[in-house]
């Protein structure tokens, strides 16, 4: 079946505690994207990747980093979690570059940051 | 400045009503990809439909159209007939040639039996 598959689906950590949420898609898609979604503000992304090794900003990438070391994983990473970042995350891939493809979403991540 | 705006925060109906959510998306790109993603009580985000700026025919898929108006800068979405299960935060979006997601802040319908 295909997916993208996000982990762990909730998340309740403390201040400063390095964390890491895994995506993988079985797609074979070159674009892969995470977003953050927050009350009254819809999505936002934070950081995309357009292939293996190829990533770049979003609109809010402060305080996190990702990396595309394989095609399949693009795990999204937080050094030094924070309160602000209590949200609900969603990991997307597609087909080519995000444009003109409509984005497969996973069943996104819950992180409460106490 | 945000790029694209969902005027309607929540959007209230009883079942076989008809609603139109409102989408109003700014870009100095000629071309560019809109997007209706929806969004159910149980969290996943499923996409809709696409829509690229070269076409303005409207679209019908069963109880759903779109009417896309690139002099009014809108894409809107109408539920004919709504049922209970069309309940769902509906979210437009605005791919440009930078490759990035802009999204709306959403729209809640609720419908009622």
Redesign the interface.
């Known amino acids: 079946e295909a997916q993208v598959t996000q982990n762990p689906r909730y998340l309740i950590t403390v201040t400063g505690k390095k964390l890491t949420v895994t995506c993988s898609q079985n797609m074979n898609h070159e674009?892969m994207?995470w977003?953050r979604q927050d009350p009254?503000?819809?999505?936002?992304?934070i950081y995309?990747s357009?292939n293996v090794e190829v990533t770049?900003k979003?609109?809010v990438p402060e305080g996190y980093k990702v990396s595309r070391k394989e095609k399949r994983n693009f795990p999204l990473i937080l050094e030094s979690p924070s309160p602000n970042q209590t949200s609900?995350y969603?990991c997307?891939s597609s087909w080519r570059?995000?444009?003109?493809s409509?984005?497969?979403?996973g069943?996104?991540t819950r992180l409460t940051v106490t | 400045a945000q790029k694209?705006t969902?005027a309607q925060?929540e959007i209230s109906v009883v079942e076989k009503e008809d609603v139109t959510l409102d989408c109003v998306y700014e870009t100095r790109d000629t071309t560019?990809?809109l997007?209706w993603?929806k969004q159910p009580p149980s969290?996943?985000?499923v996409?809709l439909i696409?829509r690229?700026s070269f076409d303005e025919q409207n679209e019908i898929s069963g109880r759903y159209s779109w009417n896309f108006q690139k002099s009014t800068s809108s894409f809107n979405f109408t539920i004919t007939a709504s049922q209970v299960v069309d309940s769902a935060v509906y979210?437009c979006?605005l791919?440009?040639?930078d490759?990035?997601?802009?999204?709306?802040?959403?729209t809640t319908v609720t419908v009622r039996a």
């Open positions: 674009y994207s977003y009254g503000l819809g999505l936002r992304q995309y357009m770049d979003g609109d609900l969603f997307a570059t995000g444009g003109n409509p984005l497969h979403f069943n996104g | 694209v969902q925060t560019y990809y997007f993603y969290g996943e985000l996409f696409r690229n979210f979006a791919s440009e040639t490759y990035k997601l802009s999204f709306g802040a959403g």
